[in-house]
């Protein structure tokens, strides 16, 4: 018999549960839902082996659909018709040859698919099952290390199962110690953590895994994704694509009739002080052309005084930049213009792009990657920018702006730690309005050194690099109460 189906209402499960209604009631951690939902479903779907579909509204003219390896399938329903019209539409297919449960909070749909022959479920139900799975989950995860131990213990572990932990080379700075590392990695579990990996002078010190995490596992890294747009914006700068105190308006000519739009820069766009307004709808998937929707944003501050937090400033220069390489020789765009000058340097590969329906990637977020993808990039800021860009780009990268001085091009600083500075939850200050945001002093880390580098990503994705301790350092998970300044002091006591 075929493998059975469970159909989820997704939007329906979403509103259904608490913990996830209350994303959806902030612009900023709304789809923060949608990506709890379907990590969860993932955990079912591995746990009890059906085929997981989950159905989404959608806005395009066609159903459109992704498909995991191995995973979820994921249909977003044409403009026209609903998620539950598609529900029932797939359940009246497929329930004659295979079971299929449909999960719905909608009465009228739970009476309809039953007539197909379909079993319903509610979200509550639903809900109980992921526990359940989740928990089994957790048992085997133990199990595996109870048996590891027990190897270890019998001579039988591998080589170096009680190595000393690693030695810095005598010039350098020491790792943090076997203590250290063990309570930051306890830390991260206890707040919904997948992975902390900690690399010490390219080797790795450090790597656990706790609530379903396993080594290889990629995961979203959100606005981790920004990072690596900037290294190709400062490899375009070196390749004389770009200049930083160009006018985007020389490129971008519909904003030549605006007095304020033609005042602002390239290096102002990829600050994120461009003035314009943040167009978080921009993230949202079945957009016909974010670039243009970036380019007829409002302008609602002056460029260069106030730090807009969005996607679309840098969607703006995407635009630009995609107009400069058609009428270079290469004519490539700039997905192929990234991975040729910035991810295979890095030894990585293409990435989850997130296109329009005008084929323009999503440049705030969309990224999948394990913790040991991600901390490729962190090897590359210890080595100022090597082997992507020139020590003099790099500094270039990093210099922040007047109206936030630990932000630019992606990449967050920790300058002003030390008495002075002022450590905050930069997550927690990005929710609130731009207009009521403080980033005077700010810092990652009060207690960390100067020159820590921070990628930070929704959910407290993070990927931190300190060239002063040659140390790298990748955590992964889900969305809790969690603090950088805490982590990074039990890691670096």
Known sequence: MPPPFLLVDGHNVMHAWPELASHLRSASKRHLARVELLQRLRNLQDMIGVQVVVVFDGTTAKITEEREPNGLQIIYADAGHTADDLIEKIAAKYAKERPVRVVSADGLVCETVAAFGADWLSPEMLKGMCEDAERDMRGQIDKLKSRRQMLIWLGLGGAGAFAEPLRAAEAGAPPPSAAALQAAGKYCAARKSFTLLVKHQGKVIHESFANGGRRGQPNRIYSGTK????????????????????????TIKEWQDDERRTKVTMEQLLDFTGGLERGLAIHEDGLKNRNTMAIKRP???????????????????????????????????????????????????????????????????????????????????????????????????LEGSSANGAYSFGFWNNRAAGRLGREIDIENMLDVDWQQQSWNRVCVCKSAPEDLIACIGSAYQRLYAIPSRQLVIVRQGTNVRFSDGELLRLLLA
């Open 299 to 397: 302008m609602v501050a002056t460029p260069g005084r106030s730090f807009i937090y969005g996607p679309s400033q840098l969607q703006v220069f995407h635009e630009v930049l995609k107009r400069k390489l058609a009428t270079g020789a290469r004519k490539e765009s700039p997905t192929r213009y990234l991975e040729r000058r910035v991810l295979r340097p890095l030894g990585l590969g293409s990435q989850r792009y997130i296109p329009d329906a005008a084929g323009n990637p999503l440049l705030a977020a969309g990224f999948m990657m394990s913790a040991s993808q991600w901390a490729k990039l962190g090897e590359c800021l210890l080595n100022q920018g090597a082997p992507v860009l020139k020590p003099s780009s790099f500094k270039a990268l």
């Open 227 to 250: 990072g690596f747009w900037g290294l190709a914006a400062m490899a375009a700068v070196e390749d004389g694509l770009i200049k930083l105190d160009e006018r985007v308006a020389d």
